[in-house]
Structures are given as C-alpha cells and as structure tokens.
C-alpha cells in the first residue's frame, strides 16, 4: 500500500487564501493561479526545455518540481496557487499508446485508435502507481520545496477530452473521428470512457496522497459536443469522478477542493453546479453576469479573462481586470484565473500587470465595501440616539 501523505508531512503553509477561497469562505483578497503558469511564455522554461525533451521533464519529478515553481519565483506574492507541470496525456501513455510532443503541432499519436477492434490494444488493467509514479514523486518533491508559500494543484484531463486525442490522434479543429465513435459505436464509446474515468479517479486520489492540495479536472474539448452528446457521453463522467474522488478520500480522512473545467460548454453551467465540484472554471466566451445566472451561488466560479488580454498596456489590464472583479465580486465565491492557459509569446510583464491588478483592485474594493458597512452601521447607530 501506498503511504498516505498529509498536512504534517510537509512545511506548514504560509498562504492559504485560495483554499479558503475555494471553500466558500470571505476572503480579504481575491486569490489567483493561471492555467499554464508554468511554460513557453517563461525563458527560464525555454531554457530548462532545450536541454529536455517535453515528456522528460514530465517523468523527471526534479525537472518539473523546477518548471513549477519558475512562475512562484518569478512572482512572488503574486499567484496563490502552483500547479504541478505534466499533461494530462500521461493517461493515454499509462494505457498503453504511444504519444509524441511535436516541437511543431504539439501532441502526435503515431498509431490512435481507429475501430472498436483497437480497445484491445489498450492495456488491460492500469496500477497509477506502476505507470505514473513520477507524477506522485513529483508532486511530493514540489510541495516540499514550496516550503508553504503557496497550495499545489494536480490534475487531470476529462474522459471525453482524452477520448478525443486517442481517437483523433493529436488535437483537431472539428473531432470528425471521435465524434463519430459517438454516434457509430456508442458501446464502445462509453466503453472507453468508463476505462478513462476509472484511471482518472485512481490518479487523482494517488496526487491527493502524494499532497496535491486541490485538483483540477480539464475538459478542455468539451464544447465540441452538442448538448444532447455532452449529457449523454461527457456529463456523467464528469459527475462520477468528483463523487467518487471525494469519496475515496474521505474514507482516508482527506478532503480537497475540486475544480472542474468543461470548456465553452456553457449548457453544462447548471449541471455542474449541483455536482460535487467546489469550483467552476469558465472560459472567457461568458460573461461574469451569465455564469452567476447559472451557478447561483451554488459553487465557486474561477476564471476568465481572454489570454489575449495580456497583449494589452497594463492600463488597459487593470481597466479589464477591475471590470472583472466588479462582475464576479472579491469577498467571497471567486478565484481569478484566465479563460483558459497562457500562451508561448505572451510577455511575462504583461502577466504580472495581470497578477498585480488582480491584486490591487480587489484589496481596493473589499477595503471600500468594509468601510461602507462600517458607515451604515455608524449612522444606523447615530439615527437611533
């Protein structure tokens, strides 16, 4: 049996806004991470990957304790949050296909599955531990060098995504092929699916062990789906691996917050929002007014600024992030993110003028809700003499 980690194993933890944040609780700040905080943007990681391959930084706990914790350094006091660096297609090299990291088209799965008759290649039964202990050893490494400083997220990708880059055989602008396994083999489908959610409960209970202090589930590809096939192939995986997660850890006396992201499938709002997922990260398509309609108050909303905003002046950063904020508000129920991950030719800079605004405006705006309150309650006071 696998040793349990908890709390007391690793150094006391000096920021805890975004657990609290993602709790529910009144926070003093809005708490903020961004999706991919950790990559090609940094010349430090450029640097770190000339002399590594992707997927050796990936299975090298040493290499990716250092990639996660370049954006920490870099800003420090700025992001309330790490993220242990992998990818979520570790899955599919577990289950016995081969995947590449192209220097040009990014992931490549020389030979993906084409027919039902290619389920079988897949391997029969996968021990987490066994194929994906680096990730565990990893996220052990990296909470033990944060020295507190801040939470570390592990993850996971959805079923249906990864169903979608088994089938297709590296991303694609319309998942022609593995939507059409949806509607001409939906037995297999749903075959494939089950195998990838088991796999995905096991995983991320394992990174909660190895002292992942929140987890992230990304279906990244959600929103190709119609609403009909996204309730009928996508949903429920989604549903089940939160129920399950939560309660495998509670049988071991841990408990984390999870967040869920189905991106662009804003009809999914509503379903997510009674599920057992603490957080709903939204895309950037949704307006703070829209999503609020939707989850109303059931769930902490994490999330969304355009990536692209980030080729903006810092002014207009901080005019953006300040209209964000208003929309979602700063006491309580939000944690601030991108709409989705960062891209390679952002300017870091411009980042931190993101981070920093993100900052700023919400201490700015908690400090004047407080001492509007105080007010009303001194002249409620003085009106009663």
């Known amino acids: 049996m696998n040793k349990i980690l908890r709390d007391s194993d690793f150094p006391p933890l000096k920021n805890d806004l975004i657990l609290r944040a993602a709790r529910g609780e009144t926070v003093e700040k809005t708490p903020v991470w961004i999706m991919r905080q950790a990559g090609r943007y940094l010349p430090e990681f450029r640097e770190a990957r000339k002399k590594n391959a992707f997927f050796t930084v990936c299975r090298t706990p040493e290499l990716a304790c250092e990639v996660t914790l370049q954006p920490i350094d870099r800003y420090e006091g700025l992001l309330d949050a790490s993220i242990i660096f992998s990818d979520i297609l570790v899955l599919p090299q577990a289950m016995g296909l081969e995947v590449k990291m192209l220097e040009v088209g990014g992931p490549h799965f020389p030979d993906p599955l084409k027919t039902p008759a290619d389920l079988d290649r897949l391997a029969k039964s996968v021990d987490v531990h066994e194929s994906l202990q680096y990730v565990f050893d990893a996220i052990t490494l990296t909470r033990t060098k944060l020295d507190g400083r801040v939470p570390l997220f592990g993850f996971t990708g959805a079923p249906w995504t990864l169903m979608g880059y088994m089938v297709e055989g590296g991303g694609s602008k319309t998942y022609s092929k593995s939507k059409a396994w949806l509607f001409r083999h939906p037995e297999a489908s749903h075959t494939l699916l089950r195998k990838i959610t088991d796999i995905c409960v096991d995983y991320l209970v394992a990174q909660v062990k190895a ?58 709002l509503e379903a997510l929002s009674t599920s057992d997922y603490d957080v709903i990260q939204v895309d950037f398509s949704l307006s703070p007014s829209f999503v609020k309609s939707k989850i109303s108050g059931r769930k902490v909303i994490q999330g969304n600024a355009d990536p692209s905003l980030l080729y903006a002046s810092p002014e207009k950063i901080r005019d953006t992030v300040g209209k964000m904020l208003e929309g979602f508000g700063t006491s309580s129920g939000y944690i601030g993110n991108l709409g989705h991950g960062m ?31 105080r007010k009303a309650k001194n002249d409620g006071a003085s009106s009663k003499r």
């Open 211 to 268: 002292g992942a202090q929140l987890v992230q589930v990304f279906d990244s590809n959600a929103g190709e789906l119609a609403p009909a096939e996204f309730e009928e192939f996508a949903l429920p995986y989604l549903l089940e691996i939160a129920t399950r997660v939560k309660k495998e850890l509670k049988a071991i006396d841990l408990d984390v917050p999870m967040v869920v992201f189905a991106r662009n499938a804003h009809y999914a």
């Open 343 to 373: 891209y390679p030719d952002h300017d870091p800079e411009h980042l931190k003028a993101y981070l920093q605004a993100i900052k700023d405006c919400s201490i700015e705006r908690n400090s004047k809700t407080a001492s509007n309150k």
